[in-house]
């Protein structure tokens, strides 16, 4: 697979190299003005490209275990390329006629095959997705089956899920986020356009119905956030150690943060030794560590140090500022990123920043407890939105917010804290609510979800840290590519 992606990596700088792929303004068919342009049909000129192509494709599709012994491109600019694959993968291929002929057989479908053969649809661009639902309605007519088709480039308008609602599965070599993430990271382009990019597909998503284009509306809430990948949310972070862990998360590819609920710092200190390479943050509560000194934190904080993750206090601060200042200055110092409960107004901020400075050179940040995961809590959506607008003022020390749901959090340069996380969905008998990894990365909104008995109550602590890592991992990449 490794290998398969470094080629669409080349794939795509190759086709912004030959500007089959334009960043500008654009008009187009559908919607207003574009922020990007492709023209894949450029692609028939470099016959380099085009062998590269159609040996990856084949690839590509096989790594997807898809069944097939029929190939069709959609007519016009994906015949080349369907044609190419069947030379060189040796796998028939049919031709589907733009419009029958009005003499001999009056055939959509030209080709040899038989009632039942599966036919992979091939098609270089993917928007609405209705040329690939017209290619698969004339290929069901004929008795076909036509229920996977591959593209080149995914563009995110809402194809995928118009063709998903049709039982067309999609298989994109590469989607127009993933491709701003590889042209971004090569220097091709900055985050302003990634950005004007992101906001234009959010709010050109095309549904079809019955096969006629309506726009949908619903999309237009996605916040940026959710599909703008770390890279990019790095650069846009107030907070030093938010933007220190948009990159760790994607150097790790983990978004998991350990809730490491023990209560001995044997424990503690074996469990961040052990799970250390799978986690981007260590969290604890001191007060139940019945040992818990100043030199078990010191302890700490160098296996952090070379196990590469950030320690947080989750303290969840909630006195008067003076108070929260110096019991974060007597006690907390060593953490660096500790909860606080927005109840007491802005003065806490205001005291930790305060302590942050007084008591250490280094980063120190907060994550504001803006929803809780446990049954009958008492927070509401006002209190929530109230949290967000007062951490306004101090986004150089607020890293995120720790809730539960997508639409708390706007900027792109903070980040989401979501408890309640296990693979079991069993509630507790105290309150506690689970959602599954995928629920929460996927639907939830969570750039960071908190694990706590989920691992350390596992018979292998390892293998299930492992676990969590690579689902949580997956469900943020496919929210990334399919959520718009
Ligand atoms: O809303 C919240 C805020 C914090 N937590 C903390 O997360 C962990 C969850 O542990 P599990 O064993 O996975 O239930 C725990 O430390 C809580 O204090 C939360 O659960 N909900």
């Given amino acids: 697979m490794e290998n398969i992606d470094s080629r669409i990596r ?22 207003v003005n574009s922020p990007v342009y492709f023209d894949l049909r450029v692609m028939v000129s470099y016959p380099q490209l085009m062998d590269n192509l159609s040996q990856l494709t084949p690839n590509f599709v096989r790594s997807k275990n898809v069944d ?13 390329i369907a044609t190419l694959m069947c030379v060189k993968s040796d796998i028939p291929m049919l031709m589907r006629r733009k419009e029958a002929k009005n003499y001999g057989t009056k055939k959509m479908i030209e080709g040899r095959f038989d009632k039942g053969d599966k036919c992979l649809i091939v098609e270089d661009v993917c928007t609405s997705g209705s040329s690939i639902l017209e290619t698969y309605e004339d290929l069901v007519k004929e008795g076909l089956e036509g229920n996977d088709c591959v593209i080149v480039v995914d563009r995110q308008q809402g194809g995928h899920n118009n063709l998903l609602k049709k039982g067309i599965r999609v298989h994109a070599l590469t989607t127009l986020s993933k491709a701003l993430e590889i042209l971004f990271e090569a220097g091709r382009i900055d985050s302003n356009v990634v950005e004007k990019v992101n906001e234009y597909t959010r709010a050109n998503t095309i549904e079809l119905a019955n096969g006629v284009i309506i726009k949908s509306k619903s999309t237009n ?9 770390f890279s990019v949310r790095s650069q846009h972070s107030k907070c030093v150690l938010a933007g220190q862990l948009f990159k760790m998360i994607e150097e790790k590819k983990s978004n998991l943060c350990l809730a490491a609920d023990v209560t001995s710092s044997v424990e503690l200190l074996s469990l961040a030794q052990t799970l250390g390479p799978y986690i981007v943050i260590f969290k604890i509560h001191a007060d139940i560590v019945k040992d ?32 929260v200042r110096q019991q974060y200055c007597s006690y907390s110092p060593w953490a660096d990123l500790v909860t606080v409960h927005p109840l007491p107004g802005d003065g806490v901020l205001k005291a930790l920043k305060t302590a942050f400075t007084e008591s250490t050179s280094e980063p120190r940040a907060v994550f504001i407890v803006a929803q809780l995961s446990c049954q009958n809590n008492l927070i509401t959506t006002d209190y929530t939105k109230d949290s967000v607008k007062m951490a306004e003022s101090y986004s150089d020390i607020v890293a995120g917010f ?70 949580l991992w997956e469900a943020y990449q496919n929210r990334i590519n399919h959520s718009r």
Avoid: W
């Fill in 402 to 471: 720790v809730c539960q749901s997508s639409d708390v959090i706007q900027s792109v340069g903070q980040l989401q804290l979501t408890p309640g996380v296990n693979i079991s969905t069993d509630n507790d008998s105290l309150g506690q609510q689970y959602s599954s990894p995928d629920v929460v990365m996927g639907q939830k909104g969570a750039d960071i979800a908190v694990v706590g008995r989920g691992i350390i109550k596992a018979k292998n602590i390892v293998e299930t840290a492992k676990n969590y890592q690579t689902i």
């Fill in 10 to 31: 080349d794939l795509v700088l190759q086709l912004h190299n030959y500007g089959a792929l334009k960043f500008g303004e654009f008009k187009m068919k559908v919607g």
């Fill in 221 to 229: 809430q996605v916040p940026d956030r959710i599909i703008t990948p």
């Fill in 292 to 323: 818990f000194s100043q030199e078990i934190a010191g302890k700490l904080r160098s296996i952090a140090q070379s196990q590469q993750f950030l320690i947080m206090e989750d303290r969840k601060f909630a006195d008067i500022g003076e108070t």
């Fill in 68 to 80: 097939f012994n029929r190939l069709c491109g959609v007519p016009y600019t994906a015949l080349p």
